[in-house]
């Protein structure tokens, strides 16, 4: 019988975790993702979970045991925040590079400098590239089933690729929500036991990580980039297998009340639900107006967002993150990307806002959707818009 | 002698690459022939040796093998004629001549 | 199968290579030849985890690969935490019945710029942690493979290209960083130096760190021709003058107990040591007197700590 709990989104990950019976966890604590290592340390200690838990003294230390274990074939999972994603940078790229299937869940933080412990998703953003694939969380519940369904993906044999599993610092990582937990006979229904084939054994001596000249270099990029892309019919079987399972059922993108409106605002992570109250306020205010949620940020989901957006008129991006002196928010700059080729597409508005813990209530989502309406109609100064920022902003042209 | 087929990088297609860019084959590098490296190799004086193997012991390359007679001799393949062996031969039964030399 | 030896002397050494040859390392490697006799004493039941450097370089380049054993590269520094994860995947994979139990020893392998420098820290942190595995340094005394560059632990007077010998400069200003010291403060139950002037004594050392149940250090000078700037067929000669001068003394430090393994009574000066390396060839009588005077005092201190804590 499956129960439901109170949890934060930092225990339901790691009680996901230990559901998964992961191997090995090698993590370095730092705020706000503390609560996941805790957790997964008090388990191992107390015999809940059977795994190797390795202290690392860095979080360049945490990816790098990470990828030693992978490479024998043992379940591997990690976790991260903000500056502990930066100082990893490198080997996050060598964990997809090398296809070793770990599960690593970010509690998106703001990058230093200044130093900010708080939420924002600029250290997501930092690592768009790396080859992983990637989903946003919007709640507790979605950080479960998300790092649930991670093991699953990752470690299929037609993909091997890390999966990386963010959902925003503070507002969920510390905040308590219900959350169902299935029964682990479902999970073990949902997750079958992990087979690596090339794991390092001296019975069948093989080389990982041999250099690439020139010569050879490429040929190994184009492959991994084809098979991160190819990964999609995977991802979508694996939501589709939890959901026969579990009975939650989720996509690349998820359209909220998107049904012939004609303004779509387009948010991630945790915001989406208070977008969403945002959209049901002005659609009782006869406003036709609906929300986009991306979840799925990588391999990017061009076909669910171009699909989603069309016969709208409008489409607001709402960025987590400033990209410095460059096209705008990051997601706004990867939609116009996106759509861009669309014969009919709508005009696209960009807002950033909520950077480091900065929240975003109701209200302002009303304020984003007014405001964007009116630049769609009048246009605006700045290449993009904030939100909650003291002063007017200008001097941010395109 | 060098046994493998060298897999060159530019035979390969971006179709080719093994997940991971894994090297399944051990030892697949022997097919390189460094041999042609040297400019200078080493020579055996049979009637000094004593067979005592050091020479074996110390090439870096692993470029001298055991004969059939018992003694250790160059592969001329491999052998990059660094010298070391006829350096620690106790009983100086190796010397190194210049490789144009016959 | 039944393993092959090559009987020299007293000892059996096994014939099979590990490292395949046609490698591209320097003719008159001393790095490649510690290698290929650590690998002996290691044999098949091994996992390789190897930093970027010569090794790594010289032996793996796509699409192909010269070694025989299983074997990882992934980074710079982080080879201790790698092999950290190997190690703790294998206990815990054998633990819970996912693999058959099998004796597979975790052997990190990296140079002196990736364990002294940028690889100090996982080094520590894996120390500290205790796993079972077994570290090697195969130290050429700079980072060689990128063009001789200087590492902390590139000997005084050393002409490095970044630390290069000028009108204003005698090359390397620091005293080359004591990798074994900083390995025996932290309490690890295995300690040694080796060479490859000492064969023998450098493949029971591996094998005695190969069998030790936690961790093992060993820091094994390994003479570069290129970076030296010594003659290619002097490179196991020139170890045997590092040990002979008290260059680079051969000791084994035991869960704290020191022992040195080759102690003369008259040692040779360090000018023999230095004289055929090419490197060194810009120092003056003076310079040469310092570097005499505190080869001196190490050793004493050595000795001191072997009278001390004898084993």
Aim: with cysteine.
């Amino acid at each position: 019988m499956s129960k439901r709990v109170g949890l934060e989104a930092s225990h339901a990950a790691a009680e996901a975790a230990r559901m998964a019976d992961v191997d090995v966890i090698a993590a370095y604590p730092i705020t706000p993702q503390t609560h996941i290592p805790e957790r997964l340390a008090e388990m191992v200690a107390n015999g809940e979970l059977e795994a190797a838990y390795i202290p690392v003294e860095s979080e360049h230390s945490a990816m790098s045991a990470c990828l030693g274990s992978a490479a024998v074939g043992a379940r591997t999972f990690t976790a991260t925040a903000g500056q502990g994603l930066e100082l990893m940078h490198e080997v996050v790229y060598v964990a997809s590079s090398m296809r070793y299937p770990i599960v690593m869940t970010v509690c998106n933080r703001a990058l230093s400098a200044p130093l900010s412990v708080w939420g924002d998703h600029s250290d997501a953003m930092a690592v768009r590239d790396t080859g992983w694939i990637q989903v946003f969380c919007q709640s507790n519940q979605e950080a479960f089933d998300m790092t649930l369904w991670a093991f699953r993906v990752g470690e299929d044999s037609r993909v091997l690729f890390p999966v990386m599993v963010h959902f925003d610092g503070f507002s969920l990582s510390h905040v308590t929500e219900p959350v169902i937990l299935p029964e682990q006979e479902e999970v073990d229904r949902f997750l079958p036991r992990f087979h690596y084939p090339f794991a390092l054994n001296p019975d069948e001596p093989m080389t990982h990580g041999a250099f690439g000249p020139p010569d050879i270099y490429s040929e190994a990029k184009i492959a991994q980039e084809v098979a991160l892309r190819k990964s999609k019919d995977v991802i979508l079987q694996g939501w589709q297998e939890f959901g026969d399972i579990f009975g939650r059922y989720y996509g690349p993108v998820e359209l909220y009340r998107t049904q012939g409106a004609k303004l779509l605002l387009l948010t991630m992570g945790s915001f989406s639900e208070t977008a969403k109250i945002a959209v049901d306020t002005k659609k009782d205010k006869g406003k036709s107006v609906g929300l986009i949620n991306l979840r799925l940020w990588r391999p990017f989901p061009f076909e669910e967002l171009r699909q989603a957006v069309k016969g709208a008129e409008t489409l607001i991006v709402f960025d987590r993150c400033i990209s410095f002196g460059g096209p705008g928010g990051p997601v706004s700059s990867e939609i116009r990307s996106a759509l861009y080729n669309e014969k009919r597409r709508p005009g696209i508005v960009s807002f950033v806002g909520g950077l480091g813990g900065r929240d975003m209530s109701v209200k302002d989502f009303e304020y984003v959707i007014d405001r964007g309406q009116e630049i769609m109609e009048k246009g605006s100064k700045e290449l993009y818009e904030t939100v909650g920022i003291r002063g007017k902003v200008s001097g941010i042209r395109g | 002698m060098a046994k493998k087929k060298l897999k060159a990088g530019t035979d390969l297609t971006w179709m080719d690459m093994d997940v991971g860019n894994i090297v399944k084959e051990a030892g697949s590098a022997s097919a390189r022939r460094t041999g042609d490296w040297r400019t200078e190799r080493p020579i055996l004086d049979k009637e000094k040796c004593n067979k005592c193997a050091l020479c074996w012991l110390n090439c870096p390359d692993a470029a001298i093998r055991p004969s059939k007679e018992g003694f250790y001799e160059a592969d001329l393949n491999y052998c990059k004629g660094c010298g070391i062996c006829a350096n620690i031969c106790p009983v100086q039964a190796i010397t190194m001549i210049e490789e144009a030399e016959k | 199968m039944e393993e092959k030896l090559i009987k020299i002397g007293k000892n059996h050494v096994p014939e099979e290579e590990f490292v395949a040859e046609g490698h591209s390392f320097c003719t008159g490697c001393g790095e490649a030849l510690a290698l290929r006799l650590a690998c002996k004493a290691l044999g098949r039941n091994v996992i390789i985890a190897n930093a970027t450097g010569c090794i790594e370089i010289c032996t793996s380049p796509l699409p192909v690969t010269s070694w025989q054993i299983p074997w990882i590269h992934t980074l710079f520094e982080n080879t201790a935490a790698e092999i950290s994860g190997v190690e703790a995947g294998l206990k815990i994979l054998m633990k819970k019945g996912k693999m058959p139990e099998k004796d597979i020893k975790c052997v990190a392998v990296a140079g002196d710029g990736g364990t002294s420098d940028i690889g100090m820290q996982a080094l520590s942190g894996a120390f500290e942690r205790g796993h079972n595995f077994l570290y090697l340094c195969f130290d050429n005394e700079a980072y060689m493979n990128t063009g001789i560059q200087r590492s902390s632990a590139t000997p005084y007077g050393a002409s490095t290209t970044t630390a290069p010998a000028g009108k204003f400069s005698i090359g390397q200003i620091t005293w080359k960083k004591n990798l074994p010291e900083i390995a025996v403060s932290h309490n690890i139950p295995y300690v040694a130096t080796a060479c490859p002037g000492y064969p023998f004594d450098l493949m029971n050392k591996v094998k005695k760190g190969g069998e030790v149940k936690g961790p093992a250090y060993i820091h094994i000078l390994s003479p570069c021709p290129t970076g030296w700037r010594s003659p290619t067929d002097l490179s196991v000669e020139i170890s045997k003058l590092a040990v002979e001068t008290a260059f680079f003394p051969l000791y084994e430090v035991e869960n704290g107990r020191y022992k040195l393994n080759v102690d003369r009574t008259n040692l040779k000066p360090v000018e023999e040591y230095l004289k055929p390396q090419g490197r060194f060839r810009h120092l003056l009588d003076g310079e040469i007197e310092r570097i005499q005077e505190h080869v001196n005092e190490e050793y004493a201190k050595l000795k001191a700590k072997v009278a001390c804590f004898a084993s």
